[in-house]
C-alpha cells in the first residue's frame, strides 16, 4: 500500500522537525523524519503520508541555509 504526501516541514534542527511533524499525524497519519538527505522513495514505497525534514542549518549563513532549504524543497517536490 502507498500513501500520498500530504505535507512536508523543512525545519532548522531536529528538534524543531520532530516538534512540527508530531503535530500532524492526527490530521495525515504517519510522519517520516529525516535529515536533509531527504531518501529516494517511490510511490509505491511510501508507508507515509507526512514527511518533516530537519537541515542542520541553525547556525549557518542566511544564504547558505536558504540553499540548503531550497535544495531540500526540490528533492521534496520531486517525491
Not at 534542527?13 to 510522519?31: H, I, K, N, P, Y
Not at 525534514?53 to 517536490?77: E, L, Q, S
Amino acid at each position: 500500500m502507498s500513501c500520498e504526501l500530504e505535507i512536508a516541514v523543512i525545519a532548522d534542527d531536529l528538534t524543531g522537525a520532530a516538534d512540527t511533524g508530531v503535530q500532524f499525524c492526527s490530521v495525515v497519519g504517519s510522519v517520516y523524519l529525516t535529515g536533509p538527505d531527504v531518501p529516494e522513495l517511490s510511490e509505491n514505497g511510501r508507508l507515509f503520508s507526512g514527511l518533516a525534514v530537519f537541515t542542520n542549518t541553525r547556525h549557518v549563513a542566511a544564504a547558505a541555509a536558504g540553499r540548503i532549504a531550497g535544495d531540500v524543497a526540490m528533492k521534496i517536490r520531486s517525491l
